[in-house]
């Protein structure tokens, strides 16, 4: 039998998946509620996001590095994989969606 590549969706569900898996164990610590710094509310979460950054550095055709260079916009997408897989199939999930997304408003939004 042969091999398939991952498609470019299932490559950003792994990657938003592996990222969840630190918000989790960052989630799971005793917070001070006098903390607003989103780095040292979840330093595992942003370590992760960091070394994915390096990683992807070489490829820089795909986005996922610019998309790793803004850690808050990957938090956000980490924080809807907490609430459950069907974000996934929504029409905006899409590499090049996130990626245009990031580079015209910083952010998530409806594109016309």
């Not at 590549?5 to 509620?33: G, I």
């Not at 990683?55 to 956000?76: H, M, Q, T």
């Amino acid at each position: 039998m042969g091999t398939y590549k991952a498609t470019e969706e299932e490559k950003l569900v792994e990657v938003m998946n592996e990222l969840t898996y630190h918000l989790e164990q960052d989630c799971q610590r005793e917070l001070d509620p006098e903390d607003d710094e989103l780095e040292v509310l979840y330093p595992a979460f942003f370590e992760e996001v960091k070394l994915k950054s390096e990683v992807f550095k070489e490829d820089r055709s795909n986005g996922y590095r610019a998309l790793c260079c803004v850690p808050s916009f990957v938090l956000g997408l980490a924080m809807v994989g907490r609430v459950g897989r069907h974000y996934t199939h929504c029409s905006w999930f899409s590499m090049m969606r996130l990626w245009n997304m990031l580079g015209e408003y910083g952010g998530v939004s409806v594109a016309k």
